[in-house]
């Protein structure tokens, strides 16, 4: 069974930090492509960045110079910095894994407010 699980959201004010995690089982994780995506309420399901099995990554240009994903294989884990969050970056942020079909995990929340 598959399981993609997230972690590290929180509330930050604007200006702060996150870094958001996402836990791969049942998948072989290095041939995946791993990635997240952002949906703030009202609006569509976005790209936010996607790394690559060989480790060339993807930024939407809202998140470019600000947002940094990386990945661990040792760990079947990928991860997203977030620096210097504006209130724009408020949204559920779901982990996804894609190699043939997509795979999805539950969405965590970040919301920056002051």
């Known amino acids: 069974q598959v399981q993609l699980v997230e972690s590290g959201g929180g509330l930050v004010q604007p200006g702060g930090s996150l870094r958001l995690s996402c836990a791969a089982s049942?998948?072989?994780?290095?041939?995946?492509?791993m990635g997240w995506y952002r949906q703030a309420p009202g609006k569509q399901r976005e790209l936010v960045a996607r790394i690559f099995s060989g480790f060339s990554t993807n930024y939407a240009d809202s998140v470019k110079a600000r947002f940094t994903i990386s990945r661990d294989n040792a760990k079947n884990t990928v991860y997203l910095q977030m620096n210097s969050l504006k209130p724009e970056d408020t949204a559920v942020y779901y982990c996804?894994?894609?190699?043939?079909?997509?795979?999805w995990g539950q969405g965590t929340q970040v919301t920056v407010s002051s």
């Open positions: 049942g998948i072989a994780f290095s041939i995946h492509t």
């Open positions: 996804y894994a894609e190699f043939r079909r997509d795979y």
